[in-house]
T-cell receptor, first 114, second 113 residues
Framework: AQSVAQPEDQVNVAEGNPLTVKCTYS??????LFWYVQYPNRGLQFLLK??????LVKGSYGFEAEFNKSQTSFHLKKPSALVSDSALYFC????????????FGKGNQVVVIP | SQTIHQWPATLVQPVGSPLSLECTVE??????LYWYRQAAGRGLQLLFY??????ISSEVPQNLSASRPQDRQFILSSKKLLLSDSGFYLC????????????FGPGTRLTVL
């Protein structure tokens, strides 16, 4: 079964500094990988996904993620964090065999300090 | 463009009372539909998913049930709520046969007292 690990409960970063949120995955075959963001009392918003092709994926709000097959990682990055990026971030994976289920990580709380 | 609606936004119910949460999707046809619960500890738990009218897969045995009476309508129900049913309930949809990017609704905050 597929699974995702997000090892850090909280990531603190100063405004303007680079932001990285870590994600490693386990899946049979090639993965489909996703990042979502959740603001308080709101639904999850889709940020970006990796299906195939270029390992660097660009998404919404200036975020990008790098797929690394050898390290089974899909870390989310932003070159310069904004206070408004403070939110809960989820990594998710599904397998390539048409399984409808996404496996979500437990989420990372990002706090951007002004 | 596609939109997904959930109601109500918040709900406070006594233990033992029934529950009905509704989710509807606009701007697409034959979507895959999902119900998740997010407990206070933040993790997402898949409860049910549906690939078509009347087709429901249950992921976790529990006090809840789901139904899909129409193509773009997904309902989460309970006959008798438990305290442990409290949480944030999220509905999501994805395209049938696509890469299964799931798009989430705004959620319903359920408190069982």
């Amino acid at each position: 079964a597929q699974s995702v690990a997000q090892p850090e409960d909280q990531v603190n970063v100063a405004e303007g500094n680079p932001l990285t949120v870590k994600c490693t995955y386990s899946v049979s075959g090639n993965p489909y990988l996703f990042w979502y963001v959740q603001y308080p009392n709101r639904g999850l918003q889709f940020l970006l996904k990796y299906i195939t092709g270029d390992n660097l994926v660009k998404g919404s709000y200036g975020f990008e993620a790098e797929f690394n097959k050898s390290q089974t990682s899909f870390h989310l990055k932003k070159p310069s964090a904004l206070v408004s990026d403070s939110a809960l971030y989820f990594c998710a994976v599904r397998d390539m065999w048409g399984n409808n289920r996404l496996a979500f990580g437990k989420g990372n709380q990002v706090v951007v300090i002004p | 463009s596609q939109t997904i609606h959930q109601w109500p936004a918040t709900l406070v119910q006594p233990v033992g009372s029934p529950l009905s949460l509704e989710c509807t999707v606009e701007g697409t046809s034959n979507p895959n539909l999902y119900w998740y619960r997010q407990a206070a500890g933040r993790g997402l738990q898949l409860l049910f998913y549906s690939v078509g009218i009347g087709q429901i897969s249950s992921e976790v045995p529990q006090n809840l049930s789901a139904s899909r009476p129409q193509d773009r309508q997904f309902i989460l129900s309970s006959k008798k709520l438990l305290l442990s049913d409290s949480g944030f309930y999220l509905c999501a949809w994805s395209e049938d046969g696509g890469t299964d990017t799931q798009y989430f609704g705004p959620g319903t905050r359920l408190t069982v007292l």
